[in-house]
């Protein structure tokens, strides 16, 4: 959700003047509104309503949608571990999946039961790819083409719980040796960024 100070009403409800709160009271915004609804309800001035309240509110609604965004974030990092260890059980399965996305590293594959696994391009057949779509990427050796939205039988091939990462390869195909990597130091910005998640080499959004 983004909280603003500003009423632009609700598009889809099409009303000039909105704003919506839940009761019980789950999130900070919620309070506030109560708080402007008790102070007008108990017979407050509308100018001293605004006077108390304005410079306040901007500063609340920035804030909160901040945490709203970090709180999604949170929630979704859990799901990943989550469905990571769920798919611990399927490691050397071949499952049937669409293709969800192309990103310069690899080819995210989306199951049915909305687990994302990530296939690297190392692990894609031999071939010159381009990756500057992020709709279709094609094979120049061979012109085969990987588009969103296409099926893909894909193979399990890792599944890193602390990290949320679920690794695939193409079915019938054998995953290319990995060079050893030293164990990563403990703190800093943590394990994700690697396999399966998205962002940068793997977190979300990249």
Wanted: hydrophobic residues 30%; aromatic residues 8%; contains cysteine.
């Amino acid at each position: 959700a983004l909280y603003s100070s500003q009423n632009i009403g609700h598009f889809g409800l099409v009303i000039d003047k909105y704003s919506h709160f839940t009761s019980p009271i789950r999130r900070y915004p919620d309070l506030l509104i109560h708080r402007i609804m008790t102070a007008y309800l108990t017979g407050m001035r509308r100018e001293n309503i605004e006077k108390r309240f304005r410079d306040f509110v901007v500063e609340a609604a920035d804030r909160t949608s901040q945490q709203e965004i970090r709180a999604m974030g949170i929630e979704r990092d859990c799901e990943d571990c989550y469905k990571a260890e769920y798919m611990k059980q399927f490691l050397g399965e071949e499952l049937d999946g669409i293709i969800s996305s192309i990103a310069p590293h690899g080819v995210y594959v989306e199951l049915p039961n909305t687990v994302e696994g990530l296939i690297r391009m190392d692990d894609m057949p031999e071939g010159e790819y381009s990756t500057d779509s992020r709709v279709i990427l094609q094979n120049a050796a061979t012109g085969r083409t990987y588009t969103v939205g296409d099926p893909m039988k894909v193979q399990v091939v890792a599944c890193d719980v602390s990290a949320g990462n679920v690794d695939f390869i193409p079915a019938g195909t054998v995953r290319k040796p990995r060079p050893e990597r030293r164990p990563a130091p403990r703190g800093g910005n943590g394990p994700r960024g690697g396999s399966g998640s998205r962002g940068g080499n793997g977190s979300r959004g990249g």
